[in-house]
């Protein structure tokens, strides 16, 4: 049965490889579950759901700095609306295409269900590359990029947010240019500056989320983070906030990387060292090789650092940034836990290492989705019109990632093992199946 479906769905979705990997993998978990439902098979929920609601694609054009005339493709995905408005990052990378953007939308469904907050799903993005660009040329693109999507987006319709190549720059420029046009100061995008409209902890929600995810895997094993040895991947958002986090709990982060290699310092990031990492991707946009020069650690060329000795692993840049052999390689070294920052980071063929080890592992749609969870909190606050303290929004984050938890072992647990990937897709379905169905054929 889920190969009948799969078959219809590669067919229709020919050639996007990651779309339909994403789409494999949470109906091979949740049809089982759906033929115990009949109302979800006669609605045909799982087929509507692989289906985006709508599907934007656009010209971006822009001029360099050398008076030369660039043309990039912008996209946004609406994916599914059925628990609320359109809600998901925006990605700026030379790789984005089609089936990324389709994949990562459908990936946000799940996850934003799984939030408790009423947030449909969406992804949109460009293939412009801001590695290299200066700020103005970024800015260019950005008011180019905003000028087409502002007709598509709004507080209560679609909320873009940042992702890969969008941080806090970008979203000021896409910010001030929806403003400009609109001629109106809304919640329209969330990651907004702390004095316009921005709320505390949302840099930092997703890397403490996702932390604070893989607490509650390892009380399920009566283990604590204090101590342990982590393998991080990535140097950007993500990563720098689960460094942060992790060296506040008194655990030991050993690695991060960029796309062109990743740095091991045995001794473990400290406060001192992670500030350093900030300014010089955040401000510089350097090379994270400079930290091995700064610091006199080991830097490996060559993209991740499965390789090292870890307790747990924090992959946080890309989609399939773990293969088969990785996983191997990270069980063998001892690796208990795997919290995913990133989105669909382990290739499936890694995933089956990892559960047949039977080692915690919780996939990105749980364990990062405190970064969504914090845009909804932000959400909040921008229709009361008011902004809530740092301790209250980082409680309200760690409130959620512990009810995210708890769904996952309502509908993942078997005998003696915590099926996380199941849990995290048959919780986040339920509640847009059920929506679905009190919708109508919509
Ligand atoms: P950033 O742009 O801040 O950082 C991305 C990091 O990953 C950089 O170090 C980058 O290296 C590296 N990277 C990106 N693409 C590749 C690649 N193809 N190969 C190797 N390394 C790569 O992005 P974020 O930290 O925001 O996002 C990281 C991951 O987390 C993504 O998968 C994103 O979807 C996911 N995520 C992000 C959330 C958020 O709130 N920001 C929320 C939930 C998930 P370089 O500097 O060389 O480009
Ligand atoms: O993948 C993700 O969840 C994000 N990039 C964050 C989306 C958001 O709307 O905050």
Redesign the pocket.
Known sequence: MPEQFMKRVIKKNAGEVEFCQAVREVVESVMPFVKKHPEYQKAKILERMAEPERVIMFRVPWIDDKGEVQINRGYRIEMNSAIGPYKG?L?F?P?VNLSILKF?AFEQVFKNSLTTLPMGGGKGGSDFDP?GKSDNEVMRFCQSFMTELQRHIGPDTDIP?????V?AREIGFLFGQYKRLRNEFTGVLTGKGLNWGGSLIRPE??GYGCVYFAQEMLKTQYESIEGKICAIS??????QYTAEKLIQLGAKPVTL????GYIYDKHGLDTEKLEFVKEL?NVKRGRIKEYAKKYGCEYFEG?YPWKIKCDIAFP????N?IDEGDAKQLVKNGCICVAE???M?TAPEAIKIFQKAKILYGP?KAA?AG??ATSGLEMSQNSERLSWSREDVEEKLHQIMIKIHEQCVKYGKDDNYIDYVKGANIGGFVKVADAMIDQGVV
């Open positions: 990052g990605r990378h790789s990562l590695k947010a940042g992702d890969i190549g941080g929600a997703t990535g140097s950007g958002n993500v990563a990387s960029d796309s062109h991707k993209r946080s840049a890309t989609q940034e920052g990133a989105n980071p990105g990062n970064g969504v």
